[in-house]
């Protein structure tokens, strides 16, 4: 379900769904993965256990949310509209970024 379409105004708390540097380079996305990065450990630990690590993407979107963000998606680019996704989708998201390799930044040779 969307809710409050034309009310729904950015910030920097809040994480984006979908691909691309705007995404990407969004202060709400920056802080997103640097939390489900801390918390892979946590989740692999959970093994086969769908219930537990349900619970840990869960603890995501309630971390998120705690602080005032919200997940988003763009519903409409001219003009830019946001919609808040629900619950279970915010999940779907955190789950599928917890199951994602760590990348290892570049090193750049001098």
Avoid: M, W
Avoid at 28 to 47: M, P, Q, S
Avoid at 80 to 94: H, L
């Amino acid at each position: 379900l969307r809710s409050n379409i034309s009310d729904v105004v950015l910030t920097d708390a809040d994480v984006l769904l979908g691909r691309g540097n705007n995404c990407t380079a969004h202060p709400g996305n920056e802080r997103f993965r640097k939390i489900v990065d801390e918390t892979k450990e946590i989740y692999f630990a959970k093994g086969d256990s769908k219930k537990g690590k349900n619970a840990v993407s869960l603890s995501i979107v309630d971390s998120i949310h705690s602080y005032g963000g919200r997940f988003l998606e763009v519903i409409s680019t001219n003009p830019v509209q946001y919609s808040i996704v629900d619950k279970k989708r915010a999940q779907k998201k955190c789950s599928q970024r917890l199951r994602e390799p760590q990348r290892r930044k570049k090193l750049v040779a001098l």
